[in-house]
C-alpha cells in the first residue's frame, strides 16, 4: 500500500510537472497569454489537490499497521478483577504442580504407587526449550521457541493431546542465546485461571487454562551471558521475575490481572540465572534471591529490601529453599549456608563440602540435601551444617530433585529417575525407573503419575503399572 500510495503521487507530480513545463505545441488560433495572477491560480489548486491525496492515503494506510510494543510496556486486555487472597491461593497450588519445583507450600500430590511405569503417552513438544512442565488439573503446560517464534503449549493429560498453541513473535530484537539455554529456558507458572510464561526475549505470555491471551508485556531485551533462564515466582495476585541484565538487575512484581508493575526495585548486583523462591511467615510474604554478587532479601508487598549479603561469586544458577524461618542456598564458587529470613544473619555455613552448579538444594525434614552434576548426594545438617554424607551417583544432576510424599523424587542426565529417603546415615534408593534418553527438566507430578520432558524434547506421560 505504501509503494502504491507512492506511485500515486508521483504521477500526480509529474503530471502536475509536465502541465506547467512540457505542454505540447498545438496548432491552434493565437490567444492572449495567460496572466500571472491565472497561473498562480492554477498552482495553489494542483497543491491542494496534491495534499488532499496524501491525506487520504494516510488515512487510509493508518489502521493496516500495529505499532510493536516498546520495551518495559503493557498491552492488556483482562478487566479489573477482585483481589486474590495470596494464602488461599498457595493452599490450593499444593494439590496441582503451578511452577517451578512444584508448588511453594509443601506439595500434596500423591507418589506413585509403584515405581514401575508405562509410557501412557509420549508427544513430541514443537519447539525446543529446556523448560519444565506445570500442571492444574488435567491440562499440561509447557513452553518452548527459537528465534522466529516463541510458545506455550497445553497438553490433554488423559491423551497427550495437544489442545492449543499461543505464540509470539514480537520482541523488537532478539538477544543471542547458547544451546544450553536456548529461548525457553524458564518454567511457566499458573493458579486456577491463568498461565503466565516468559521467554529469553522479554516476551511475557499471561493466558486463560483454553488459550486466550489476556495480556502481554515486552521487558527490555535480556542480554546476558548464556542467556536468561530465570523462571517466575506466583504469589498470589503478583507475579515476581528476577530480570537480571548485563547493565541493570531488577526485581519485578506484576499484577496478575493486568500486566502492570505492582513495583519494580533496582539490585545493585551482577547477572545471574538463578530463579527468586520466597518464605511464607505468619502472613508475611519474604522473597529471596541470589546475583553473581549479592543475597538479598526483599518484601513481596512493597518490595523493600530487607538485607543483604554481599559475599557470593562465581556463576550463580540454583535457587534457595526456604523452611523454619531459613533460607537454605548452595552453589559452587559462591556459598553454602543458611540466612534467617528476618534479617539475614547467617545459621549455618560450609565452605569445604561440594556444592552443586544447577540443580537447586532440597530440604528434606532435618537434612539439606545437595545434587550436583557430578553425580554426587550430599546430606548436611540443616541446623549446623554439618556433612553428614555422601552418596554417588551414576550420573550428574542438571534437573532439580523435589520432595512429594516425604520422599526425594530426581532424575539425573542419563535419565534415571530416582526414587530416594534420606536419613543421616544416607540416602536410600527406593526405585529406579530409567527413561533411556537424557533429562534437564524437573519431573512434574498428576495424580500419582509422573510428566517429563526430554532433552530431546518430547514430553512422556508415565503411568503408574498396578
Known sequence: FLLLGGAFLLLCLLT???HFFCRPRLQTPAAPAPSAESERQQLLLLVLLTSLVLTAAILLLRPRFTAQPDADTTTAT??????????????AGTEHWPQFRGSLLPNRNPL???WQFQRKWQQRIPLGGYSSPVIWGDRIFVSGGNKT???????????GELLWRLASNTAPMIPEVTADTGYAAPTPCLDHERVYAVFATGELLCCTHSGELLWQRQLPSPQILYGYASSPLLLGDRLILQYDLEDTQTIYALDVHSGKSLWETRRESTPSWSSPSASCQDDKITI????????????????QSLWRFDGLGGEVATSAVAGDGQ????NTGAITASFAVADGRIGFRNDNVPAPDVASPLLLEEILLLFDSGGLGIGLDRRTGEELFEASFNDGFYASPVAVGGKIVAVNLSG????LSASR?????????????????????????????????DLIYLETQE
Open 112 to 114: 506413585p504407587a509403584r
Open 425 to 457: 546415615e544416607g540416602i536410600t534408593t527406593e526405585g529406579k525407573y530409567g527413561l533411556g534418553c537424557k533429562v534437564v527438566a524437573v519431573p512434574a507430578f498428576h495424580r500419582g503419575n509422573i510428566v517429563i520432558r526430554t532433552f530431546d524434547n
Open 416 to 419: 534415571e529417575l530416582l526414587l
Open 149 to 159: 517464534e516463541r510458545a506455550l503449549f497445553c497438553y490433554a493429560a488423559d491423551s
Open 78 to 91: 483482562a478487566p479489573a478483577a477482585a483481589p486474590i487472597d495470596i494464602q488461599a491461593a498457595l493452599v
Open 288 to 303: 529471596f534471591t541470589a546475583g553473581n554478587k549479592f543475597a538479598e532479601a526483599f518484601a513481596a508487598d512493597t518490595g
Open 327 to 330: 533460607f537454605f542456598f548452595s
Open 16 to 18: 502536475g510537472l509536465e
